[in-house]
């Protein structure tokens, strides 16, 4: 019985691993960027001299240049908190 547990428990924390690893650290940089592009024609009234970016792989560049690498996983925080707890809740009710 004390084995079934200890399975479960590791089961739920491979799960939570690989759904966290694929949101957050493989589609947050995706998802940023699908943000940026979706509003870079508000860019021009606060920065009217500003080049916008053409297309995804220009701002890839231009975010990785201006801000670094690490500002690709920009506000991932509280999205990784969301997704854990809503993991959790899922696994607690369908397994």
């Known amino acids: 019985m004390r084995d079934e547990k200890v399975l479960e428990n590791w089961k739920f924390l491979h799960e939570l691993t690989a759904v966290v690893f694929a949101r957050a650290v493989i589609m947050g940089p ?12 508000m860019t021009k009234y606060a920065n009217p001299r500003s080049d916008l970016p ?3 792989f220009d701002l890839g ?18 999205f990784v908190v969301m997704l854990a707890a809503a993991q959790a809740f899922r696994f607690y009710c369908y397994e």
Request: without cysteine; aromatic residues 10%; positive net charge.
């Open 30 to 41: 995706l998802e940023r960027m699908k943000v940026v592009m979706q509003t870079r024609h």
């Open 54 to 56: 053409k297309n995804f």
């Open 61 to 78: 560049g231009k975010i990785s240049v201006n801000q670094g690498m690490i500002s690709f996983w920009r506000g991932t925080t509280p």
